[in-house]
C-alpha cells in the first residue's frame, strides 16, 4: 500500500510486507540483470568486534541480486585492514574493502587537499563519499544503496524492500529513504528525530514561516535513517557533508538535483535497533551534542542557500520556540510509550530537549561567524573537473591495497 504524507507530497509505501517477499526478491533479481546494484557499508574497524556486522554478512551472504558490496572500512591499521578483508570475505559477492587510513590513500587526499577538494575531517560522511567515488570509477552500476554496519536486528527482506522502487524502471523515483519504528528493549528510541528535528522544524516554520524545504523534511517519518537507495546517475552531483549532517544533507541535494516527487520513503522493517550515542553532555565534540549541532548546521545551511536570512534575534525566537515545543511533543511521546508498553526516561529527555536548545544557538552562532565555510565536500562531477585522472587513480589505489595487503585470519 501507498499513501502520501500530508506535508511535502512524498510517495510512502507502508505494509509492504503484505506481498510476499519472495515475489519481490524475484522481480529486483529480473531487473538486476541490466540494472546492476552495487551495496555500500560505511564501517568502522571496532564494529567488526561488535554485535550486529557479522549477522549482517550472514544475511547479506543470501542475497543473490548484488552485483558488488562496496566496504568503506575506517580506523584501521595495516593489521587491522587484513584481518577486516578476512572477515568480509564470507561474502559470496564481488567485494571490495577500500582501506581510508592506507598510506596509498592518504596520499591521495594530500593531493586532493591541494586542489581544494578533499573532505575536511574523517567520519562516515567522507568513507561514503569515497566509496561513491570507487563506484564511479568501476562505472557499471545503476543503483547504490548504503546502510550501516550497527543494525543488531538486521535482516535482508530490509535491503530488498529499500532498493525496490529505484531497481523498477516502471517507477519515477531517484531516491528510496528507508523507515522504521525506532523501538528496542521496551523504550521509544529514536531520540534525536523525536526530540531535536520534529521540533526544530515546527518551530522553524512558525519563527521564519512557511518554506517548501521545511515541508518536504516533514514529510519524511524518520529522516534521520541511515538507510538509503538511489539511482546512480545522482551520485556525481551529489554534494554531502562530512559530519553527522550526512542524511539531511542527502535529502536536501536530491530535493535540490530531482525535486520531491522522485523522491520516496519505504517501510523496510516492524523493528530496528543499532548503536545507540550517549549525551556527552560535557564534550560538545562527541555522541548527541556534536550530532545535534552538526544537523542544526546542515538545516540553517540549506535554508540560507534558498533565500532565508538568519540573524542573532532568529536564532534566540528559535531556541525559545524549539523548547516549548519540544516539551510539548514529550508529553505527546511520553502518552504513546504508555499507550504501547513500553518506556520512555522524561527525566533524562527533558534534559536532553535542554542540550538540544542550547546546541541551536551554538550552531546558530557558527553559522553567524563562518558565513564563508564549505558546508560540503566537493562533489565527484568537480573533482573530475580538476584532473580527469582523480577517479581513475582511486580505483586503482583501492586494487593495489587489496593486492599487496593479503588478509590475516583472527
Known amino acids: 500500500m501507498a499513501d502520501f504524507h500530508q506535508n511535502g507530497n512524498i510517495a510512502q509505501f507502508h505494509n509492504l510486507r503484505q506481498r510476499p517477499i519472495e515475489e519481490m526478491v524475484y522481480e529486483i533479481e529480473s531487473y538486476a540483470q541490466t540494472r546492476k546494484i ?160 520534529s521540533p526544530l522544524l515546527i518551530a522553524l516554520k512558525k519563527v521564519i514561516g512557511d518554506r517548501d524545504y521545511i515541508d518536504y523534511l516533514r514529510a519524511f517519518r524518520y529522516p534521520l535513517s541511515g538507510e538509503f537507495a538511489l539511482r546512480t546517475g545522482l551520485v556525481p552531483d551529489l554534494r554531502i557533508p562530512s559530519d553527522w549532517g550526512l542524511e539531511i544533507g542527502v535529502l536536501s541535494e536530491v530535493w535540490r538535483n530531482s525535486g520531491r516527487h522522485s523522491v520516496c520513503q519505504v517501510e523496510i522493517a516492524d523493528a530496528y535497533d543499532h548503536k545507540h550515542q550517549d549525551e556527552s553532555e560535557s564534550d560538545a565534540q562527541g555522541g548527541l551534542n556534536r550530532m545535534s549541532t552538526d544537523i542544526c548546521k546542515a538545516i540553517f545551511r540549506k535554508l540560507a542557500a534558498d533565500g532565508t536570512v538568519f540573524t542573532a534575534n532568529t536564532f534566540r525566537a528559535l531556541k525559545a520556540t524549539y523548547y516549548r515545543i519540544a516539551l510539548d511533543l514529550l508529553e505527546f511521546y511520553d502518552n504513546d510509550a504508555r499507550m504501547n508498553g513500553l518506556t520512555i526516561d522524561r527525566h533524562r529527555e527533558e534534559k536532553t530537549i535542554e542540550l538540544f536548545a542550547e546546541n541551536i544557538m551554538a550552531a546558530g552562532h557558527f553559522f553567524l561567524a563562518k558565513p564563508n565555510e564549505a558546508p560540503f565536500i566537493p562533489n565527484w562531477s568537480r573533482v573530475n573537473a580538476a584532473e580527469p585522472g582523480l577517479v581513475a587513480e582511486l580505483h586503482g589505489i583501492v586494487a593495489a591495497d587489496n593486492t599487496e595487503f593479503a588478509a590475516k585470519p583472527f
Open 38 to 197: 552495487s551495496l555500500v557499508l560505511p564501517s568502522l574497524f571496532s564494529e567488526l568486534e561488535g554485535p550486529a556486522l557479522a549477522n549482517i554478512l550472514k544475511e547479506l551472504s543470501e542475497v543473490s541480486y548484488l552485483h558488488r558490496i562496496i566496504i568503506g572500512l575506517d580506523r584501521a591499521d595495516e593489521d587491522q585492514f587484513r584481518r577486516a578483508k578476512d572477515f568480509f570475505s564470507v561474502l559470496p559477492q564481488d567485494h571490495v574493502v577500500l582501506w581510508n587510513d592506507s598510506p596509498r590513500m592518504t596520499a591521495y587526499m594530500e593531493k586532493l587537499q591541494g586542489h581544494g577538494l578533499a573532505p575536511q575531517e574523517p567520519g562516515k560522511g567522507k568513507n561514503m563519499w569515497t566509496c561513491m567515488g570507487y563506484m564511479i570509477g568501476c562505472a557499471d552500476t545503476s543503483v547504490m544503496a548504503l546502510h550501516d554496519c550497527d543494525i543488531v536486528t538486521y535482516q535482508k527482506d530490509m535491503l530488498a524492500r529499500l532498493v525496490y522502487p529505484v531497481v523498477n524502471p516502471n517507477f519515477r523515483y531517484q531516491l528510496s529513504k528507508g523507515y522504521y519504528p525506532r523501538i528496542g528493549d521496551g523504550k521509544l528510541n529514536g531520540r534525536v528525530t523525536r526530540l531535536l528535528v
